[in-house]
């Protein structure tokens, strides 16, 4: 069984500063890639990063990047200059390639003080 | 490109009735799946479809949800008799395997009084 934890329910960044949120993950799989998803009241889940699980150089996009330790199965995400834009919930996932399973953390509520 | 659809956006209806959902994944899109969030809380897996076909439906409580995806295109979830506790909102997404990644649509929300 996979299975993806988030340890912190809720963090809180000053406008402009740099936020990072943990996930860890355990499967036994080989072939398996990590997202990180951003869920403002909308309700639609928007695409933040992705990871290749073959793959050791850090995913960047933008002002998000990835911390990925394959050892210790411990997928993070840093948010720097964070923007007001950015205050959402952020769940971390990871799609099994064998069975295109896709599984979800619990979810960090990311809150940006002005 | 147009997107995961999903109707209707919100329901309101009361125990013991029934309630069904629609989503209309993207062209081409063999996976298509159904997650339960309950407020607070990470997406559940329900059911995942491959084509027509159940790939898991390991916690789809069968005694009262009901899923299908007929031809393989657009797939409709069934709660009879809805309970309290189903409450959440219903998040449909579609992949293809080659993009490895999910899209997903807005969600309905549903509130069972």
């Known amino acids: 069984a996979q299975t993806v934890t988030q340890s912190q329910p809720e963090m809180s960044v000053q406008e402009a500063e740099t936020v990072t949120l943990s996930c860890t993950y355990d499967?036994?799989?080989?072939?398996?890639?990590l997202f990180w998803y951003k869920q403002p009241p909308s309700r639609q889940m928007i695409l933040v990063i992705r990871q290749e699980a073959y793959k050791q150089q850090n995913a960047t996009e933008n002002r998000f990047s990835v911390n990925f330790q394959k050892a210790a199965k411990s997928f993070s995400l840093k948010i720097s200059d964070s923007q007001l834009g950015d205050a959402a919930m952020y769940f971390c996932?990871?799609?099994?390639?064998?069975?295109?399973?896709?599984?979800f953390g619990t979810g960090t509520s990311l809150t940006v003080i002005p | 490109e147009a997107g995961v659809a999903q109707s209707p956006r919100y329901k309101i209806i009361e125990k013991r009735q029934s309630v069904a959902f629609w989503c209309n994944p993207i062209s081409g899109h063999a996976t298509l799946y159904w997650y339960q969030q309950i407020l607070g809380q990470g997406p559940k897996l329900l059911i995942q479809?491959?084509?027509?076909?159940?790939?898991?439906d390991s916690q789809l409580p069968k005694d009262r949800f009901s899923a299908e995806r007929l031809k393989g295109v657009d797939s409709t979830l069934k709660i009879q008799p809805a309970k309290l506790e189903d409450s959440a909102v219903y998040l449909c997404a579609s992949s293809l395997r080659e993009e490895n990644r999910a899209f997903f649509g807005q969600g309905t929300r549903l509130t069972v009084v």
């Open positions: 499967t036994s799989e080989s072939d398996y890639y």
């Open positions: 996932a990871v799609l099994i390639n064998t069975g295109n399973q896709f599984y």
């Open positions: 479809f491959q084509n027509n076909g159940v790939v898991d």
